[in-house]
């Protein structure tokens, strides 16, 4: 199997993490249950997720691993074909259940309700759960505190993104295990220029790689420079603004808490607040549509566009809107030539 412990490469940014799955693939139901990993995209959270599994396999214990978005569409589907029954049985007659990304049932009454079900039964018999998520349980607002509470009963640790030293050491990790020889200072390059998480420093390796074997080239800092031109990293913008940052500064703005702007409410002040964030995080950061969406509330891609677009029509219409996005920026960004808004 591709995801294993031993291929698991440990660093400051993991180490907990690791030890935890560790300790729970070698005495599970009963080192920490449930074990809550949370950390940012690629990372490492769904490769300690799948070592945990085949440990356990190992082991001849029976186990699920599935997306919350796959137990999700089970459940959906079992309500559709009146098939409930069989759906409980699959994930509590189980031994171990992994579930990754449990964030994305948020808000789904039913699926929730399930959920919490299919969680007491197994934690009732000592049979380990383990979840992952982007984010801690106390900051799903839209998950329902009976569950958020379970989730902390055990043991939540996260992971940060990888220092140079554990870039560096993936990378010699991959390359070993890639088969291909890649000096130690283009290596250091690489590590230095792809600094956000695992699969960005993975594919930068790919692409220097498959760069020097097209061109028939030696990999030496040189050609890795050339490969890494239009893709290296830049240095973080003032702050190292991210969407909770922006979302925060809003949320102060507005005298709203940040679980107000990811929440239900509809009132006029906090629909202009969550638009607004939508747009200043569409504007500040890289993230996508759908990653906009997720950091409030999992609403979708559709409604973060329609957000954004009306915010950019209304800005020259409104002195009042103008002002209160630059007063926003200045709590984000206070260097202002970055700023966007025109």
Not at 17 to 34: E, Q, W
Not at 68 to 81: P, Y
Not at 314 to 337: A, F, G, M, V
């Amino acid at each position: 199997p591709h995801y294993t412990f031993d291929s698991f490469v440990e660093g400051n940014s993991n180490r907990l993490a690791r030890a935890a799955s560790l300790a729970v693939s070698r005495n599970p139901g009963h080192s920490y249950n449930p074990l809550f990993i949370y950390g940012g995209a690629g990372l490492g959270k769904t490769h300690l997720l799948h070592a945990i599994g085949h440990a356990a396999v190992a082991n001849h214990i029976n186990v699920i691993c599935a997306s919350a978005e796959q137990f999700t569409n089970e459940f959906v589907v079992a309500l559709r074909d009146k098939s409930t029954e069989e759906f409980r049985n699959k994930y509590r007659s189980i031994g171990m259940l992994l579930i990754d990304d449990i964030h994305f049932i948020g808000g789904k009454e039913q699926t929730e309700e399930s959920f919490f079900h299919t969680f007491n039964e197994l934690h009732n018999t000592n049979r380990q759960i383990v979840i992952t998520s982007d984010r801690p349980p106390k900051s799903m607002p839209l998950l329902e505190e009976r569950l958020r509470s379970r989730f902390e009963w055990g043991l939540t640790v996260d992971i940060q993104p990888p220092d140079y030293a554990t870039r560096l050491a993936i990378l010699e990790h991959k390359a070993r295990q890639q088969g291909v020889g890649i000096p130690g200072e283009v290596l250091a390059l690489i590590a230095e220029q792809s600094r956000d998480n695992v699969r960005v420093l993975e594919g930068s390796l790919n692409r220097v790689v498959a760069y020097a074997r097209l061109l028939r080239v030696e990999p030496t800092t040189e050609t890795a420079s050339r490969a890494l031109a239009d893709v290296a990293q830049k240095d973080p913008l003032p702050d190292d603004i991210t969407p909770s940052l922006i979302v925060g500064a809003v949320a102060t703005s507005f005298q709203l808490s940040p679980e107000e702007l990811s929440g239900r409410k509809r009132d006029k002040d906090t629909a202009l607040a969550r638009r607004l964030a939508m747009y200043l995080i569409r504007q500040e950061t890289n993230c996508s549509l759908t990653q906009i969406g997720r950091e409030l509330g999992n609403r979708d891609a559709a409604a973060v566009t329609a957000a954004c677009k009306k915010i950019t029509g209304d800005i020259n219409e409104s002195p009042y809107l103008k002002r209160k996005i630059r007063d926003i920026q200045k709590l984000i960004q206070p260097d202002p030539r970055s700023r966007k808004v025109s």
